[in-house]
């Protein structure tokens, strides 16, 4: 009986910490960025910035900064990282020369991230930069909980 007991403890522990990571890895990702960025169209300047997973299967990303006029909406696709559960939440940017692309948003908690379509933009700064230029900037965020 004990080891009954023992056993449906167990595994209603291990599920409830399962579902903490998954809800974890939907909160919203904050970050300093100290520098002007382009995600998808929209151009913002270096602040504090809080990415949102709109939607049920976080394929639109909502990027927006204290000011209101600083915000992004981009649709985005599975990021490959394998089945790795991320221990740190953090934004990937492909730097060309003095301009910044955000390419990846990883959630703590979750071994999936999402990573945006290169803009036109984007890809003319990639064909236009010298090879010892370009370089990738990860920049490490933290959970936030989501405001109501």
Known sequence: MKK???????????????ATQVLRAQEPV??????????GNATLPAGEYRV??????????????????AAALVTTMPAGGGNNQQTKSRLVFH??????FLSQVWSAGSSSG??????????????????????????YARLAPAKP
Do not use: H, W
């Open 95 to 100: 730097r060309y020369g003095n301009k910044y």
């Open 30 to 39: 904050v970050a300093n960025i100290p520098f002007a960025f382009s995600a």
């Open 4 to 18: 009954r007991i023992f056993a449906v403890a167990s595994l209603v522990a291990f599920s409830t910490l399962g």
């Open 114 to 139: 999402r990573e945006l379509r290169k803009s036109a933009r984007e890809k003319e700064a990639a064909l236009s930069a010298k090879t010892d230029t370009q370089s990738q900037v990860v920049l």
């Open 52 to 69: 949102e997973k709109m939607g049920g299967n976080g394929a639109v990303l909502l990027i927006r900064c204290a000011d209101p006029t």
